[in-house]
């Protein structure tokens, strides 16, 4: 059940489908629930042990020389390692990933705005991403609670995402601080924001609806009201240095997946991915006139994800072609075989490396806690 406004003004329930409670996709069976529990071992496993033998040389040791080539480094590593996941998604989960809108351009230098539907919505972005060639240039504004998260959080650092507290007070300064850094036209970006800065409930949806009808604003349906100031800080930093801005609308039949379903392969059936690509110029210069731009995007989107729900599908599907199974083994194969190689090395091997995964592990935690990224020695 959603919440509209009616024409009395008044908040009116409207009937939605429950995409929540229905009925999953696939019956979590014996040999499902092995699956889940071997995908997450590997990835936990793949991601420490990439991370720790060779992240830190491409994000730490390298950094000391150069900040481009150890971004470029840094990013072939974790881009191997990010496309596991679509191979999980759409090889071995058989999830059919469909997308509309516009046909975008490999290798842009972008800012991605997008709904925020379930806890899992960021990672369909490398489903694009890496069919653009560009899975490693993905970096995130994200709950700084997540950068407390052991290993995947010393990731987060080392693929420079933006963490936020979701004060503006304490977040505008960090935000300009490492938007600063992302400025080099000869480096790749796909920096994604959610404006709505919390995944989509009823509840949630309730309390924006209440405050929009209060202070003259669209009611929404489908997404929460968008917040201006972190995008607004992101356009006015990287104008001058981005090729677009991507407005993606991300929707699933028939069932939220949560993490546990996209592990386990019970969940979803269909993802569907519309991709609008906007302009720069077409963004206002204020910071007003931004907010008012980025509330009319989002009332489109709302729109757009009601149509969704009553069609099945968005309009104007796009060929993006499906990955290369070829691909996505030989680099699985590659990433197990040097994880493979890393874990001897740290098991079965001399003491010391046993000594340097924990002083890597000690760095990792501390640079990560203190937001810290080593300079150049020569600028």
């Known amino acids: 059940m959603g919440f509209v406004l009616s024409h009395s003004g008044t908040l009116e329930g409207s009937s939605t489908v429950d995409f929540m ?10 040999l499902r629930a092995v699956q889940g529990v071997l995908c997450i071992l590997i990835q936990i496993l793949t991601a420490s042990m990439l991370l720790v033998y060779i992240g830190f040389w491409t994000n730490i040791v390298l950094r000391l020389f150069s900040i481009r080539y150890s971004r470029v480094a840094t990013s072939i590593l974790f881009g191997s390692w990010l496309a596991l996941w679509p191979f999980l998604f759409e090889k071995i989960n058989k999830t059919k990933v469909i997308f509309s809108g516009d046909s975008v351009p490999p290798k842009e230098r972008v800012l991605l705005i997008s709904n925020h539907r379930t806890e899992v919505d960021w990672m369909y972005i490398w489903d694009l991403a890496l069919r653009k060639g560009s899975i490693g240039h993905v970096k995130y504004v994200l709950k700084n609670s997540l950068m ?7 990731a987060f650092h080392a693929m420079e995402f933006i963490p936020v507290e979701r004060k503006w007070e304490t977040d505008e300064r960090v935000m300009r601080k490492i938007l600063s850094t992302y400025k080099d036209p000869r480096e790749s970006l796909w920096l994604v924001v959610f404006p709505e800065g919390t995944d989509y409930t009823e509840q949630k949806c309730l309390r924006c609806q209440e405050y929009a009808s209060e202070h003259g604003l669209p009611i929404l349906k489908n997404v929460l009201l968008p917040k201006s100031k972190g995008f607004y800080a992101c356009v006015e930093e990287l104008r001058d240095n981005l090729d677009a801005v991507y407005d993606i609308t991300i929707a699933y039949k028939h069932r939220y997946p949560t993490f546990l379903d996209n592990a386990f392969g019970v969940d979803p059936s269909e993802v569907h991915i519309h991709v609008r690509r906007l302009s720069i110029s077409g963004v206002p210069v204020s910071e007003d006139e931004v907010a008012s731009w980025l509330m009319g995007t989002f009332s489109l989107k709302d729109q757009l994800l009601s149509d969704f729900h009553s069609e099945g599908c ?9 990955l290369s199974l070829e691909k996505c083994l030989t680099n699985f194969i590659i990433v197990i075989i040097l994880t493979g190689l890393c874990t001897y090395l740290t098991f079965f091997s001399s003491i010391w490396f046993k000594v340097y995964v924990f002083s890597v592990c000690a760095y990792f935690t501390s640079a990560t806690y203190l937001k810290f990224q080593p300079s150049p020695l020569i600028s």
């Open 148 to 154: 407390k998260i052991p290993l995947f959080g010393w």
């Open 21 to 30: 409670n229905g009925p999953r996709h696939r019956p979590l069976t014996a």
């Open 314 to 322: 968005f309009p104007g599907e796009v060929i993006e072609g499906d």
